[in-house]
């Protein structure tokens, strides 16, 4: 059983430019959430997804955009990209909030 | 809204001793909390949860947690350290009464090194 798949585990933009991530949550799963993990600290909520719509969003400009699809998988872009932007993505598929599973992340860096 | 503080970015143990990492969080819900750990260059693991049943909550590889809502800590343990333990932990809380989103917050971490 395949839990939660990220694309691509490493990414290197500049400055400006835009990034598009991607998720496939486990089977089963229908809200996927995305967290960005800067070096040395702890994940930090950016938004979550539930019936293609953002349901919750944390503290994050509005250059941080996703969407989700009718099969559940979602993407995360990120526009006019900064120096700060840099750090491991990870996105985490629930049932319905029950039961966070976890991906490996993408590690973004921004040069 | 809801906060973690892990009190210790380090801690260092021998193998074969105790571990303590200890969290303090802070809720306006009835919370739901977790520990989670993140070996290198890996995703996010889940170690246990605690979510109103038993407030001593067992998880894998012998770490368990105990709730204790008068001190408003969720503190870790494991009666003896292994090598493979070095890591980093994550206390994380998420508010259960709340319907919309359920985000989890996660504290700054505890790096956990194991010395032979």
């Known amino acids: 059983d395949a839990g939660v798949t990220q694309s691509p585990t490493h990414l290197i933009k500049t400055r400006g430019q835009q990034v598009t991530l991607r998720c496939s949550p486990k089977?089963?799963?229908?809200?996927v959430s995305w967290y960005q993990q800067a070096l040395g600290q702890g994940p930090q909520f950016i938004f979550q997804y539930y019936e293609e719509e953002e349901r919750q969003r944390g503290n994050f400009p509005d250059r941080f955009s996703g969407h989700q699809f009718p099969n559940y998988s979602s993407e995360l872009n990120v526009n006019a990209l900064l120096l700060g932007d840099s750090a491991l993505y990870l996105c985490?598929?629930?049932?319905?909030?029950?039961?966070?599973?976890f991906g490996s992340g993408t590690r973004l860096t921004v040069v | 809204a809801q906060s973690v503080t892990q009190l210790d970015s380090h801690v260092s143990v021998s193998e074969g001793t105790p571990v303590l990492l200890r969290c303090n969080y802070s809720?306006?819900?009835?919370?739901?909390l977790f520990w989670y750990v993140q070996h290198p260059n890996k995703g996010l693991q889940l170690l246990l949860k605690y979510t109103s049943a038993a407030t001593l909550v067992k998880g894998i590889n012998g770490f368990e947690a105990e709730f204790k809502k008068s001190e408003t800590s969720f503190h870790l343990t494991k009666p003896s350290a292994h090598m493979s333990d070095a890591a980093e932990y994550f206390c994380v809380v998420s508010d259960l009464d709340r319907w919309a989103g359920n985000m989890l917050t996660f504290g700054g971490g505890t790096r956990l090194m194991v010395k032979p």
């Open positions: 089977s089963g799963h229908d809200t």
């Open positions: 985490a598929s629930s049932l319905n909030n029950y039961g966070y599973t």
């Open positions: 809720s306006s819900y009835s919370p739901s």
